[in-house]
């Protein structure tokens, strides 16, 4: 009788007992690019009351790049959300959780093309929403390199001329 009473137990808590909120997975998102090697893009969404985890998937151009970009909850008098963790491609990323202000910054994180952003947490009241922007900006070299690049071209270039007529 008493195992009986446990599992019953058990079942219920299941069922009723643990506010789950929906979680989100986001379909590949392309980031907006410009011909100075940056992409960015802002996203938001929001959620009922309880535990979620949420995987945006961020896609660029694919060339070696620093990612920086912020996550806020969007606050009101009547809901909440704390965010638990937070992850760019699998790296950790600095959470602040204080009272109704929740966010997450990130600053030149090495990235690839491809950026999942992992957020898991909980939303309270009524429920809420939170906001981000990622930014995506590879290293496009000065003027002057090209300059230089050329300039020792056309002295290798000459040289190897010299050389020939030697």
Not at 26 to 41: E, F, M, Q
Not at 46 to 74: C, M, P, R, S
Not at 87 to 113: C, H, M, Q, R, Y
């Amino acid at each position: 009788m008493k195992l009986q009473s446990i599992v019953l137990a058990a079942l219920l808590s299941t069922a009723f007992g643990g506010a789950m909120a929906e979680n989100y997975t986001s379909p590949v998102i392309a980031l907006v690019g410009d011909d100075a090697g940056s992409w960015t893009k802002g996203f938001e969404t929001n959620h009922t009351v309880g535990l979620f985890t949420d995987t945006w998937t961020f896609q660029y151009g694919g060339v070696a790049a620093e990612a920086t970009g912020f996550i806020k909850n969007l606050q009101n008098t009547k809901s909440n959300i704390d965010f638990y963790s937070a992850t760019l491609n699998g790296v950790a990323l600095d959470i602040s959780n204080l009272g109704k202000k929740s966010e997450i910054e990130f600053f030149d994180l090495p990235v690839n093309g491809k950026l999942t952003l992992v957020l898991t947490g909980e939303t309270f009241g009524t429920g809420a929403s939170y906001a981000g922007t990622i930014d995506v900006t590879s290293a496009v070299p000065e003027p002057t390199t090209y300059g230089m690049l050329m300039g020792g071209l056309g002295v290798m270039a000459f040289l190897a001329r010299r050389r020939k007529q030697a």
